[in-house]
């Protein structure tokens, strides 16, 4: 799979200046060590993109490995840590396809990376591999967008972000029946008395609640809980993203052989 992001790693940080990065780091932080994953510990940060959640956590006191498959978001992601002065292993992989050279403690999707795995055996094969790849016990947090988010923010809506000198443009397509939203993104980056424009076009799949519960179940993970936020809100119709927190059970299911 060919990452979505080419031009926009550039520009990435700039329009995305509105997060709250280091809160988002520390409530994992706090949600980690609440399930017994201590600082330390091996800590996989899937879709790591510029690393600007991959960073705070390595200052947090994790030993933090980052997987993406886009090339140029990767480059940012190497910049920002040798600035920070974290000691970061940075892997260029698929999602669906990655491998380490051992287990780790705690693995991490974030910012509805997962969307962007277009077909449910994506999914499946992603839960697979980390299940194969988290120590017993350890812990998988992951968010997605929702189907509200998806037919009543998306689909009705187009957006224009302007931050120190970027413009974008972005129209939203959604498909009902293969649950494919397309977004579309003109950026406008200010170059002394110019503009320079690049176009970006991206896809995130909406998933069902059942698909997510039952995939976590098929790869042998169990399902702790699914909020609204990190902290456990409760979910409501509203609710814009699922938090999802799992375990890799301690030991194996016992087989029955018939």
């Given at each position: 799979?060919?990452?979505?992001?080419?031009?926009?790693?550039?520009?990435?940080?700039?329009?995305?200046?509105?997060?709250?990065?280091?809160?988002?780091?520390?409530?994992?932080?706090?949600?980690?060590?609440?399930?017994?994953?201590?600082?330390?510990?091996?800590?996989?940060?899937?879709?790591?993109?510029?690393?600007?959640?991959?960073?705070?956590?390595?200052?947090?006191?994790?030993?933090?490995?980052?997987?993406?498959a886009?090339?140029?978001?990767?480059?940012?992601?190497?910049?920002?840590?040798?600035?920070?002065?974290?000691?970061?292993l940075?892997?260029?992989?698929?999602?669906?396809?990655?491998?380490?050279?051992?287990?780790?403690?705690?693995?991490?999707?974030?910012?509805?990376?997962?969307?962007?795995?277009?077909?449910?055996?994506?999914?499946?094969a992603?839960?697979?591999?980390?299940?194969?790849?988290?120590?017993?016990?350890?812990?998988?947090?992951?968010?997605?967008?929702?189907?509200?988010?998806?037919?009543?923010?998306?689909?009705?809506?187009?957006?224009?972000?302007?931050?120190?000198?970027?413009?974008?443009?972005?129209?939203?397509?959604?498909?009902?029946?293969?649950?494919?939203?397309?977004?579309?993104?003109?950026?406008?980056?200010?170059?002394?008395?110019?503009?320079?424009?690049?176009?970006?076009?991206?896809?995130?799949?909406?998933?069902?609640?059942?698909?997510?519960?039952?995939?976590?179940?098929?790869?042998?993970?169990?399902?702790?809980?699914?909020?609204?936020?990190?902290?456990?809100?409760?979910?409501?119709?509203?609710?814009?993203?699922?938090?999802?927190?799992?375990?890799k059970?301690?030991?194996p299911?016992?087989?029955?052989?018939?």
């Open positions: 799979m060919r990452s979505q992001y080419i031009f926009l790693p550039e520009f990435y940080d700039i329009l995305n200046s509105s997060v709250d990065y280091s809160a988002w780091a520390s409530s994992i932080d706090l949600c980690l060590k609440k399930h017994g994953v201590k600082n330390g510990s091996l800590l996989l940060d899937l879709a790591c993109g510029t690393g600007s959640i991959s960073i705070p956590l390595a200052a947090l006191g994790y030993d933090v490995i980052g997987i993406d886009s090339p140029e978001m990767l480059m940012k992601a190497r910049e920002k840590s040798a600035e920070a002065g974290a000691d970061i940075w892997l260029c992989q698929d999602m669906r396809t990655f491998e380490l050279y051992g287990t780790v403690g705690a693995i991490i999707c974030c910012l509805d990376s997962l969307n962007y795995l277009l077909k449910t055996k994506d999914i499946e992603c839960f697979r591999l980390v299940c194969n790849y988290l120590d017993p016990g350890g812990i998988f947090v992951f968010d997605v967008n929702t189907p509200y988010k998806f037919k009543e923010i998306f689909a009705k809506s187009d957006f224009i972000i302007e931050e120190d000198g970027v413009y974008c443009g972005w129209q939203n397509a959604y498909d009902e029946k293969s649950r494919i939203c397309e977004f579309s993104l003109s950026i406008f980056a200010k170059h002394g008395n110019e503009y320079k424009r690049c176009n970006e076009h991206q896809r995130e799949r909406c998933y069902s609640m059942k698909t997510l519960t039952s995939s976590l179940a098929s790869a042998g993970l169990e399902l702790l809980s699914v909020s609204s936020s990190l902290e456990g809100e409760s979910l409501t119709p509203e609710t814009e993203r699922w938090f999802f927190i799992c375990k059970p301690e030991q299911s016992d087989l029955i052989l018939t």
